[in-house]
């Protein structure tokens, strides 16, 4: 973005400007898709629109976003034109209406698609947008009348003309321009202003005037249209006419075809289309020449803040701030040598006297523009020229090299003295940096040499130079200022020293300080023991009572640290010249001891100044308050009342978005508040623009992301970007500043919902912890039930012990107990019979039997008691052993039917007992009844069920039932049937008895065989 100065023809065209214009140019280098631009305007967001050959444009002062159409796009809400030289509006829906070849269009701003309202099929001739009103936008279309249409639902409707003047037979539309106002509509034909009022359908002619051109409301209500030569003004309630001759003021044309008012100052400007000149009017009918452009102008605009935008043909779009000048500068006329101002004064007639570096001196009248330049001798291209003052004597005194000069008001010199070489080293002439009176006719010179005195040549004996030989003070020597009395500081190459003067002859050294640093300048403050000094690091604040100095570089605000010259404002409120503008140093109050806190507002070419870089001894205070600082291109001056910040604040706006590094939404981003992302698209990016053009790229940001940062962050980077945002819910906010000092209030919110993802949610962690709540209630229940379980099979287990317990006592009492209770009853018998010689054979038989019965008793008890005892294939040893002992006895012969190996199942103890019992059982019973000679015994286990058959070959059991006759039978059922199993008996008389037992048992444990 190029910056230009624009000249007022109020000055003469030989003398240096004195208002200037901040302009700024704006091309296709900058965006802009063509250099045509036919239209210009703001829309309600603070966006700027421009209509141009190749396209609709946005701008947002950083960038443009455009849109036009492209070959064989034939989808549906794109742009079908590239050739857009209408007028563009805006209803209240926020669309926005313009006219091109293919149509009237709108531009539905939510979407960002087009519709072609009126196409050329309907139009004949290109229609003519008047503008919006109460949602409706109105075109005229010459040959076919008035047509209303709204976005809302597309509608359209035409109003025919009632005026046969609108009957052309010409391709070219009689129409110029038009505004819509209060329900009626306003146009410019080819033959003067007419009216058509929409709400009862009446037309009249207002103006009969051919050349006119564009018609605008000013703010005062009143009807301004231009016209070639002339502007004419129509009050839109009374009708009346009146009529302003514009004259052009350099090209000779003046048909003038654009027109712009600043509602602020009342300022119009008008511009000729063929010649490319704009004039000024002011509120008192006063014209001016405003600026020449090379290219004709098409339109233009004033912004809300005060800058008059051009639109020209082919040469893009110009910006210029017509806000008041704040600060005055001179510069020198176009192709001339910019003043590298190293002194400057003014005088009571309110002459500006400065010295040029290699110029000489000149006298210049803010006034009149008149510039003089003084006569002396021959000024070198190095003539060095330094500070101006006048003295006590009434002289003006400047320099040049090495010379002082005695001037009187009008700029003779009347005297002069040369500084002679008269330090020990030196081989060339001093230069004169700075020269002071330290008393009346007698004067401080400070040089490249050191330190001088000098009198005044027309004093008694005067006219004499010294030079002070003090090593403390050798070197260079900038400036010199006065602290009380006669005690000076010099602002030297090699830091700064305080001396007191005695004489012309004899100087003391007070203090020094800084060494190392040069110094330019000094500020004593008069309220406080503070003395400011410009460094070329930075500006010092130095405590004279304590020594101790704050230094304020471009860290602490200040535009730069090369620091020429402080001018006070007042005594808390300094102006500092640096090597990149100037700047106010606002002193936040002083506290001894304490640390000193300023702030900064800084000022730059762009503001109005000279340039950025300005000079040493270029300075000036007037007794009016006036500040005066000069530079490498000429002089600034201002009062600092008058500098007051850019009133006009920045809308704050985000211009794109994007989601993953993707861009998710632009152009439609103005109208969003909330914006719902999954949990996996966490990483966000914003665009941030702050839509103030008055130094576009000088706004500030200021954001936060609510919930991520805890201050706001202020910065001027107009990107932003949040990686990894965790699941929940934000608020992005943004303020802005425009180029000075001024915020929005209220920051732009922008609400953020990330999703989290399922798991995360809170219907899921209500489900997931219900199905805890259940799966604890159930693990509970589980554990309750395996704990009342547990104690079941205990009790159970304790229970199968007592009566396990209590069988085996049974078993003892009734099988044992008897048996020796009848050994004992027998043995009794038989000694009885012993003594009365009676022969006891038969009951010894009995007690033998018996003793018998009772050692298998026992020894059944003994095995049915051995824990190891507890698998089939015991089981199956204890029946084998058993039976042959008890079978071989009583002389039957036993087969027995067995597996190889019988399976080590585990057989519960109730069953081997019974099992076992029912078996000897049998056994007995074969012996003791069945008359057999041979016994069969079978053993199978299929896996799950125990089979036993005992078979013998004896007489077999009575037809009339032995079971019913003795216990035995229907033990041996009772037994087996109390274990879960079956029992089945077969006999026949005289083919022996069978007797079959069943009982199911579980799989054979692991490695069973």
């Not at 040499?449 to 003070?473: E, F, S, V």
């Not at 500081?489 to 005695?502: E, K």
């Not at 790229?697 to 962050?713: I, K, M, S, T």
Request: positive net charge; glycine residues 8%; charged residues 20%.
């Amino acid at each position: 973005m190029g910056f230009v100065l624009v000249i007022l023809l109020l000055c003469s065209p030989v003398c240096l400007a004195q208002h200037i214009h901040r302009i700024s140019h704006l091309s296709v280098a900058n965006g802009l898709s063509q250099s045509s631009v036919y239209n210009i305007v703001g829309d309600s967001f603070g966006f700027l629109w421009m209509n141009t050959g190749d396209g609709l444009n946005r701008y947002d002062g950083r960038n443009f976003v455009v849109y036009k159409s492209r070959l064989n796009d034939s989808l549906h809400g794109h742009l079908k034109d590239r050739n857009i030289n209408s007028p563009l509006y805006e209803d209240k829906w926020n669309n926005l209406w313009f006219a091109a070849d293919e149509g009237v269009y709108y531009m539905n701003r939510h979407t960002g698609r087009f519709t072609v309202m009126l196409d050329k099929h309907q139009t004949i001739k290109q229609a003519v947008l008047a503008g919006t009103e109460n949602g409706y936008a109105w075109a005229i279309v010459p040959g076919n009348g008035y047509y209303r249409m709204t976005a809302d639902g597309n509608h359209c409707k035409r109003f025919p003309f009632r005026n046969y003047e609108y009957r052309f037979a010409s391709n070219v539309s009689p129409v110029r321009s038009a505004l819509m106002l209060d329900g009626r509509i306003w146009l410019i034909d080819l033959h003067g202003l007419f009216v058509y009022d929409t709400r009862n359908g009446t037309e009249k002619r207002v103006v009969q005037s051919q050349g006119l051109h564009k018609v605008m409301q000013l703010a005062s209500g009143i009807l301004a249209v231009s016209g070639r030569g002339k502007i004419v003004y129509c009050n839109p309630h009374t009708l009346d006419v009146d009529s302003l001759g514009v004259p052009a003021q350099k090209s000779g044309l003046c048909d003038w075809n654009a027109i712009a008012e600043d509602s602020v100052s009342g300022n119009i400007w008008l511009a000729d289309n063929a010649a490319g000149e704009i004039v000024q009017l002011n509120k008192r009918g006063d014209i001016a020449s405003f600026m020449q452009l090379k290219n004709k102008v098409n339109r233009l605009y004033v912004d809300r803040s005060r800058n008059l935008w051009i639109g020209t043909e082919g040469d893009g779009v110009y910006r210029v701030d017509v806000k008041p000048d704040r600060f005055h500068t001179l510069l020198p006329a176009a192709g001339k040598p910019g003043y590298m101002i190293k002194g400057l004064w003014r005088d009571n007639t309110g002459y500006i006297w400065m010295s040029a570096f290699g110029q000489g001196i000149f006298r210049y009248n803010p006034a009149t523009g008149q510039q003089i330049k003084l006569p002396t001798e021959k000024v070198k291209p190095d003539s060095y020229l330094s500070n101006i003052f006048r003295d006590s004597v009434g002289y003006v005194v400047t320099t040049k090299d090495n010379e002082i000069h005695w001037r009187d008001t009008a700029g003779t010199v009347q005297m002069r003295l040369e500084i002679p070489t008269l330090t020990p080293f030196a081989v060339e002439k001093p230069q004169i940096f700075y020269i002071a009176e330290w008393q009346q006719g007698h004067y401080l010179v400070g040089t490249n040499m050191g330190l001088y005195t000098a009198t005044i040549p027309n004093k008694p004996g005067g006219g004499k130079a010294y030079y002070i030989n003090d090593k403390n003070i050798w070197g260079w020597v900038y400036n010199i200022a006065h602290h009380h009395g006669r005690d000076y500081y010099l602002g030297r190459r090699n830091g700064f020293c305080r001396i007191r003067v005695t004489n012309d002859t004899v100087v003391r050294l007070v203090e020094k300080g800084l060494p190392g640093l040069p110094i330019r300048h000094f500020y004593r403050s008069q309220q406080s023991p503070l003395l400011w000094i410009a460094t070329e690091q930075g500006l010092v604040a130095r405590d004279s009572t304590t020594g101790q100095m704050t230094v304020f570089d471009e860290t602490s605000g200040i535009a730069n640290s090369y620091i020429y010259a402080i001018l006070p404002e007042s005594d808390t409120a300094l102006w500092v010249s640096t090597n990149n503008g100037l700047s106010r140093v606002a002193v936040n109050g002083y506290q001894p001891g304490g640390k000193i806190q300023a702030t900064f507002r800084n000022y730059t070419v762009h503001d109005g100044l000279q340039s950025n870089e300005f000079n040493t001894g270029g300075f000036y205070h007037d007794a009016g308050g006036t500040l005066y600082f000069g530079g490498i291109e000429g002089i600034s001056w201002f009062r600092p009342a008058d500098i007051v910040p850019n009133p006009y604040k920045a809308i704050p706006a985000i211009t794109a978005i994007y989601v993953n590094d993707t861009l998710v939404t632009g152009d439609t981003t103005m109208f969003m508040s909330r914006l719902e992302l999954p949990w996996q698209r966490n990483t966000l990016s914003f665009t941030l623009r702050a839509l103030e053009y008055t130094q576009p790229l000088q706004n500030l940001f200021a954001y936060r992301l609510a919930g991520v940062d805890r201050d706001w962050v202020y910065t001027a980077n107009d990107k932003v970007r949040y990686s990894n945002l965790s699941p929940g819910t934000y608020e992005f906010q943004l303020k802005v500043r425009n180029n000075e000092t001024v915020w929005n209030k209220e920051p732009l919110v922008l609400t953020v919902v990330i999703h989290p993802p399922f798991w995360q949610t809170w219907w899921f962690r209500l489900l997931l912890a219900t199905a805890g709540a259940t799966a604890i209630v159930v693990a509970a229940r589980q554990y309750a039930r395996g704990k009342v379980r547990a104690r079941t099979r205990e009790l159970e287990k304790q229970h199968a012990l007592h009566m396990e317990r209590m069988r085996i006592s049974k078993d003892v009492h009734d099988d044992i107990g008897s048996g020796l209770s009848r050994i004992s009853l027998l043995s009794a018998v038989a000694r009885r019979k012993l003594h009365q010689n009676e022969a006891p054979e038969t009951d010894i038989n009995h007690i033998s039997a018996l003793s018998r019965e009772l050692v298998d008793n026992m020894r059944d008890l003994i095995w049915l008691l051995n824990p190891e005892n507890t698998t089939l294939d015991s089981l199956a040893a204890r029946i084998r052993e058993y039976s042959a002992d008890f079978l071989d006895a009583a002389g039957i012969a036993v087969h027995f039917q067995f597996p190889p190996q019988v399976p080590a199942v585990p057989v519960p103890r109730d069953v081997q007992r019974n099992v076992l019992l029912t078996v000897k059982e049998a056994v007995n019973n074969v012996v003791k009844h069945s008359g057999a000679t041979a016994v069969t015994m079978v053993l199978q286990y299929d896996g799950s069920t125990i089979n036993i058959a005992v078979a013998d070959n004896g007489r077999g059991l009575p037809d009339d039932d032995g079971e019913q006759k003795g216990n035995g039978l229907r033990n041996m059922r009772y037994r087996i049937g109390s274990v879960g199993g079956t029992w089945l008996v077969t006999s026949a008389p005289g083919e022996g008895t069978q007797i079959a037992i069943s009982i199911p048992l579980g799989p054979p444990a692991a490695g069973g065989a």
